[in-house]
Nanobody, 125 residues
Framework: QVRLVESGGGSVQAGGSLTLSCVAS????????LAWFRQDPGRERYGVAH????????VYMTDVRSRFTISQDSAKNTLYLQMDNLKPEDTAMYYC??????????????????WGQGTRVTVSS
């Protein structure tokens, strides 16, 4: 069974930085795309950033575009999310997700078939 395991969450003050990691149990080049999602209490899960594993090009939600960076390391089978200048509204559970196809919009959870268990990020003001 393919697994994704996130790590790197924690508690920081506003303006701080965190780097999330997501290690896959298989070669990440097997996936067509990878993404980071987040979910606030009482809200639906939504896409934060996305990367095509082959081309390496990425897409971000507007609120994080200038602050977050998604990247991948194929040699380590790892997806990253560098988060800078964190804000209290970034507080959420963060999940990595993988898709084997190019079908579906990147920001919809239903586009992805493999999910990690999540890592919590808390940003205090």
């Amino acid at each position: 069974q393919v697994r994704l395991v996130e790590s790197g969450g924690g508690s920081v003050q506003a303006g701080g930085s965190l780097t999330l990691s997501c290690v896959a149990s298989i070669n990440i080049s097997t996936f067509y795309r990878l993404a980071w999602f987040r979910q606030d209490p009482g809200r639906e899960r939504y896409g934060v950033a996305h990367i095509y594993t082959s081309a390496g090009n990425s897409v971000y939600m507007t609120d994080v575009r200038s602050r977050f960076t998604i990247s991948q390391d194929s040699a380590k089978n790892t997806l990253y999310l560098q988060m800078d200048n964190l804000k209290p509204e970034d507080t959420a559970m963060y999940y990595c997700a993988a898709s084997y196809t190019n079908k579906g919009d990147w920001y919809w959870p239903t586009t992805y078939t493999v999910w990690g268990q999540g890592t919590r990020v808390t940003v205090s003001s």
